[in-house]
């Protein structure tokens, strides 16, 4: 078949979007011959092509909407910007029967067929449910794992990427510098060497035209002479003296919060303190333009916050938006126009109790619930209840757990503060889903919340994630981001697409069995959201084990193991044994610490045996952090920090 591609103008975004349509088409059927042209603008005169780029039949917005309106190989490919042309050209490849289920091309389910006329008739006019569509950088991570998550996000209709702290060395430093697996072969980096990645990485965020967030972490830092990648400890006698003069008191002293300067506060009542953070961010800002989102976030960690005498006259919350509003001056002063993302975060859940932000055009609300459960979707929260909120009290407060106390401190904020353009920055794929080895429950929780978050007045997400957490499968990231697409989406159905798209005519087959591993592995037990019950816990880990050896006799062994997808849950269902094994060690009825260390050792041996094969999409530097917890019950708060 012989088919014209009209590229419309020159935008770097939209070439990219005709290579890669190209490139998704040619593998379909490599005998298709397709011309490329490139046209000023969409000319009507022109006929008997495929339109590829802005033509201006859909409006200009920040909200990406696309059209793809092609019969018998004719018509157009568009959308309301370069991006989402290039969201339109991954779409149509999947009306044609393409599938992403995971970063890489390994991901990619191209199928091998004959392109006709009459195949290449599509129709699609959509606008995304949401506006902030993205992924945090979080984990070990290489490159190419970076590389390869900013390369799916637009196949799967997303739109953003956050880049943390000034230089986001600590997730690459694990993988690079810190990896106890002595499988993994790499050279240690520097913090320089990672800022050259970033250059590289960064221009593959440009070509996609994606939402550009950064920073966050370090402004507590960075402005005052200490440079920190991540959380690690230092020695107050290695800190400027004009930086310890102003951390926060506690205790009567000034100084490093546990050690660490990413979890120290500063002096906020003190206007020195404030001018010389703000002067970094317009410095910031100024320098580095391609960035849309700049993150203005305080120090991590919670109950760490100045108790000197000014300091205790206004809450942390009152301290932050006084900032902000001195920053919003600063910044419009400079013709600055970068939108700053202002953080709902551990102590600044407790809203302000005086100060009020002035120009709620400049910010963006980022709701970030860290110590939620993730038993109960936002939806699922039974908001008829009254719920108690314990006003604020400096360094003594207990970090919210239940869904509905978290949605109720939004709400003030949301009434109080600002009301406009705002997202949920959320950790559903960080740690919590290691409780769910069959990414079956965590993945309906994830699109519940997606589908729902315009009910809590929400834009979107930003989810603060692994980028290797597609072991067994995608199921979670996949489900998120038709979610986020269309907030409409039947978690059933996409399923049914996810697992159809993987396993063929065995799709059915492999969800019933993921979704009852899901269920044998209870991880609301494991978040000690239900009574101990030790016997009982450990009589569904043997279920599991039973599940997993008939299903892998009754299926695996009838596949091809070698082809992806199926290779990859003949190696989980090792692991997924060994996991259980673990599980009864820490939560079982006979838990010694020696059976609990030899049990780790066994599960972290197989792990880092079958790298080669699932480095890819599991991040075991992670899984390995989880382990303190289970032991002890701590749920997912704050202080995980500590363990990473």
């Not at 019969?71 to 042309?85: E, Y």
């Not at 050259?196 to 939402?211: N, P, T, V």
């Not at 440079?227 to 930086?243: F, L, T």
Request: charged content about 25%; hydrophobic content about 40%; glycine content about 6%.
């Amino acid at each position: 078949m012989h088919l014209v591609i009209a590229r419309i103008g020159n935008d770097p975004t939209v070439k990219f979007a005709f290579d890669e349509l190209v490139r998704l088409l040619k593998t379909m059927d490599p005998l298709t011959v397709i011309d490329g042209r490139v046209y000023p603008a969409y000319t009507a005169a022109v006929e008997n092509v495929i339109w590829l780029g802005y033509d201006g039949s859909v409006a200009e917005s920040a909200l990406d909407a696309i059209r793809i309106d092609v019969k018998n190989g004719v018509g157009v490919i568009t959308g309301s910007g370069s991006r989402a042309v290039l969201l339109a050209a991954y779409r149509f490849a999947v009306e044609l029967g393409c599938s992403f289920l995971r970063p890489g091309r390994s991901g990619e389910i191209i199928p091998r067929k004959p392109l006709t006329k009459e195949l290449l008739t599509v129709s699609v006019a959509e606008t995304a449910s949401y506006r902030h569509r993205g992924v945090c950088i979080e984990g070990a991570v290489s490159y190419e794992h970076v590389a390869n998550m900013i390369d799916f996000l637009p196949k799967v209709g997303m739109n953003a990427y956050f880049m943390q702290f000034h230089t986001p060395g600590t997730f690459f430093m694990r993988y690079y510098n810190e990896n106890p697996n002595p499988n993994v072969q790499t050279h240690p980096v520097t913090d320089e060497d990672v800022a050259h990645m970033w250059m590289s990485i960064e221009a593959e965020i440009e070509k996609r035209g994606l939402d550009y967030h950064a920073t966050g972490h370090g402004w507590t830092c960075e402005p005052f002479g200490i440079h920190s990648v991540g959380w690690y400890k230092q020695e107050d006698s290695e800190m400027p003296p004009e930086a310890l003069a102003v951390m926060a008191e506690l205790n009567g002293h000034r100084g490093l919060y546990k050690g660490i300067p990413l979890d120290t506060n500063l002096c906020y009542s003190n206007p020195a303190v404030r001018e010389k953070m703000n002067n970094a961010i317009v410095d910031y800002c100024r320098a580095h333009p391609s960035v849309n989102f700049l993150h203005f976030w305080l120090a991590d960690g919670t109950n760490n916050h100045c108790e000197c005498e000014e300091c205790r006259k206004k809450t942390p919350a009152d301290y932050y938006v006084q900032m902000l509003n001195e920053l919003d001056e600063k910044l419009t002063a400079a013709g600055i126009a970068t939108k700053i993302v202002c953080l709902i975060y551990v102590d600044l859940l407790w809203a302000p109790e005086h100060e009020k932000i002035a120009n709620p055009d400049r910010f963006v609300l980022m709701f970030a619930p860290i110590t939620r459960s993730y038993t109960t979707a936002f939806a699922d929260a039974d908001r008829s209840e009254p719920v108690e909120l314990v006003p604020y009290k400096r360094n003594q407060n207990v970090m919210p757990h239940s869904v509905a106390e978290n949605l109720a401190r939004l709400e003030i904020w949301q009434r109080e503060q600002l009301s406009g353009d705002s997202f949920d920055f959320d950790y559903h794929l960080m740690w919590d889903h290691h409780y769910d080895p069959g990414y079956y429950e965590c993945a309906r929780v994830l699109h519940t919340d997606m589908a729902n978050l315009d009910k809590i007045g929400l834009h979107g997400m930003i989810s603060c994630q692994l980028q290797r957490a597609f072991f067994p499968t995608g199921l979670p990231f996949y489900a998120m981001a038709r979610a986020l697409w269309d907030k409409t989406s039947d978690f059933a159905d996409v399923c049914a697409d996810y697992f159809t798209a993987a396993f063929g005519e065995d799709a059915k087959t492999v969800e019933t069995y993921l979704a009852a591993l899901s269920a044998d592995f209870d991880p609301a037990y494991l978040r000690c959201e239900k009574p101990s019950d030790p016997q009982g816990y450990a009589a569904k880990l043997r279920a599991a084990r039973e599940r997993i050896d008939a299903f892998a006799c009754e299926v695996l062994a009838q596949k091809d193991l070698q082809a992806s997808p199926w290779r990859f849950l003949s190696v989980h269902a090792e692991l997924a044994k060994e996991h259980a094994d673990l599980l009864e060690a820490y939560r079982g009825p006979d838990t010694t610490p020696e059976k609990r260390e030899a049990a780790k050792k066994r599960m972290l041996a197989c792990l880092w045996d079958a790298e080669d094969e699932i480095g890819e999409a599991f991040d075991s530097f992670i899984f390995e952090a989880i382990f303190g917890r289970l032991e002890s019950g701590v749920g997912y708060d704050a202080a995980v920090r500590e363990t990473l």
